[in-house]
Nanobody, 123 residues
Framework: QVQLVESGGGLVQDGGSLRLSCAASGRTVSTYAVAWFRQAPGKEREFVAIMSRSGGRYYADSVKGRFTISRDNAKNTVYLQMNSLKPEDTAVYYC?????????????????WGQGTQVTVSS
C-alpha cells in the first residue's frame, strides 16, 4: 500500500502563493489517482483537485485558474501550486490516493490519506 506525507503549508497573505507537496512511498504514485481535499473548521472535507493515473487534471470551480496540480514521477510526488490565495482557502489540506483509472470526487472513495497540512491565508 502507499503512504502519503504532505508538506508545504503555512501562513500567507491574501493574494500570496504556496506549493504543497504530497510525497508517496511504498508504491509508485503514477499507479494511483491522487487528489487534494481540504477541510475548514466546522465544514465538510471538500474536493480541490485531482491528477488521474493517465495524467488528467480536474479542479473544483472555486480553485480553477488559481491552483495547479502536477506530478513528478521521478520524485514520486504530487504537488498543488496555489496562487492568488484567498482567506476562504484557509483549511487543512489533505492528499489522498486511490488505485484506480477513474476520477473520484468524494473523500469517501479514497483509501489512502496523508496527515494533512495547514494553510492559513490572512486578509
Amino acid at each position: 500500500q502507499v503512504q502519503l506525507v504532505e508538506s508545504g503549508g503555512g501562513l500567507v497573505q491574501d493574494g500570496g502563493s504556496l506549493r504543497l507537496s504530497c510525497a508517496a512511498s511504498g508504491r509508485t504514485v503514477s499507479t494511483y489517482a491522487v487528489a487534494w481535499f481540504r477541510q475548514a473548521p466546522g465544514k465538510e472535507r471538500e474536493f480541490v483537485a485531482i491528477m488521474s493515473r493517465s495524467g488528467g487534471r480536474y479542479y473544483a470551480d472555486s480553485v480553477k485558474g488559481r491552483f495547479t496540480i502536477s506530478r513528478d514521477n521521478a520524485k514520486n510526488t504530487v504537488y498543488l501550486q496555489m496562487n492568488s490565495l484567498k482567506p476562504e482557502d484557509t483549511a487543512v489540506y489533505y492528499c489522498a490516493a486511490k488505485p484506480a483509472w477513474d476520477i473520484y470526487y468524494s473523500p469517501l472513495d479514497y483509501e489512502y490519506w496523508g496527515q494533512g497540512t495547514q494553510v492559513t491565508v490572512s486578509s
